[in-house]
């Protein structure tokens, strides 16, 4: 009786842990601007599908920042679920006003990306998710410092990916300002490589990166979003 006691209390107080797990969405990095995100709903996110090779999972939604061929792969996303969604640059700035699409297992908020001689505000987008756990994603798709960011802090974002690749987009220093304008939780550099092959990461330059609370993902590793 006494061990049978002893095994219902230890489960009665795993299962808040437990739920917080199962409520955390999980992402996967996989190079240069891919992301795949798994929701607490079980819901498949692919964002800007290009670099690795973990597209097996059926895609619900498939977001794409703009139409450079290292950010739209979509034919990679073979396997999709029958409702899936794809939202890209299009659909998210119609006539400059930047879009919000309730998904119920996530809101995704295109905001502004550009603003450099490779990408127009118009045609460009960054999107910031936020799930049912209340965490929220900003990806920042290929960009330099938008006019946007400046008020973005009220926003209250956990994640940011930056890109940070120093030649199409702004670099390390210029990102670390922009990650103080948006003072998220946790900065995360990305994009920052430009060969288009191999792991399409540079270590060497996400260590460079000085934006404060930051985070440092390979591709291939996860991130539980809590």
Known sequence: MKRLITVLCTLLFSLPFAQAEADSPTLLYMGQASLRIVTAEGKVIYIDPYAGDDYDLPADLILV????????????VQNRNENCVVITHREAVVDGVHQTFNLGYVTVEAVEAGYNRWHDVNECTGYVLTFSNGKSVYVTGDTSTTEQMAEMADMHIDYVFWCTDGVFNMGNEEATRCADLVQAKYNIPYHNDTSNSGMMFDPDAAEA???????????????SIE
């Open 209 to 223: 990166f000085d934006a404060p609370n930051k985070l440092i993902l390979l591709p291939g590793e996860e991130l």
């Open 65 to 76: 920042t703009h139409g450079h061929f290292d950010h739209c792969a979509v034919d990679k």
